[in-house]
């Protein structure tokens, strides 16, 4: 099986719609990846639950979530925040 679960550049948040619902989304991505996994990572689990709660004010969980989102993502694509929408971009080389 192919790792590259995310293939075509888009949005997959709209950030006007707020940070909750962009986390809710890194979440539900998180999730996709476990579930093509033949076994969930405890740390997708751990960070998938953190992502549903209140935020920190570092951003980690988000950033977290993005390193292992983006090894999933077809070579040339990387997710990443812009203007608070989170985009799966293609990646200036």
């Known amino acids: 099986m ?3 679960l995310f293939n075509v550049p888009e ?7 707020g940070h909750s619902y962009c986390r809710g989304v890194l979440a ?3 999730r996709r990846v476990g579930d093509c996994l033949d076994h969930k990572h405890s740390k997708i689990v751990a960070l998938e639950e953190e992502l549903c709660e209140e935020p920190s004010d570092d951003f980690s969980e988000e950033s977290d979530a993005i390193e292992i989102l983006n090894t999933f ?3 040339g694509l990387a997710f990443e925040f812009v203007d608070g929408d989170l985009l799966l971009s293609e990646v200036e080389e």
Do not use: N
């Not at 949005?11 to 719609?17: K, N, R, T, V």
């Open 2 to 4: 192919s790792r590259a």
């Open 11 to 17: 949005c997959y948040a709209d950030g006007s719609l």
């Open 28 to 30: 539900g991505l998180l």
């Open 73 to 75: 993502a077809k070579d």
